[in-house]
Nanobody, 112 residues
Framework: QVQLTESGGGLVQAGGSLRLSCEAS????????MGWFRQAPGKEREFLAA????????QYADSVKGRFTISRDNAKNMVYLQMNALKSEDTAVYYC?????WGQGTQVTVSS
């Protein structure tokens, strides 16, 4: 059973940066692509970024392309989301995903 634990969320001013982390356990981490999603109040959960098993292929939603960077450390079973130039519309609960499983999420609030 996969377990995912996100951290690094918080309150930040518009234009600021945050780095989210997600620790995975329960499955062989290197066998899975990883993704980040978010869900704002009253909205559906949306895809943000994905990274392949080896960490050399990435994909981003248009809304975050050029501002967010996904990365992973297979030795530590960790995936990261570096978020720069944050906007108020980035306010949401952020989730990582692996093999169909979800973490509990971490809240990101961007004040304008």
């Amino acid at each position: 059973q996969v377990q995912l634990t996100e951290s690094g969320g918080g309150l930040v001013q518009a234009g600021g940066s945050l780095r989210l982390s997600c620790e995975a356990s329960g499955r062989t981490f290197i066998m899975y692509a990883m993704g980040w999603f978010r869900q704002a109040p009253g909205k559906e959960r949306e895809f943000l970024a994905a990274i392949n098993r080896g960490g050399f292929l990435t994909q981003y939603a248009d809304s975050v392309k050029g501002r967010f960077t996904i990365s992973r450390d297979n030795a530590k079973n960790m995936v990261y989301l570096q978020m720069n130039a944050l906007k108020s519309e980035d306010t949401a609960v952020y989730y990582c995903r692996m093999g169909g499983g979800w973490g509990q999420g971490t809240q990101v609030t961007v004040s304008s």
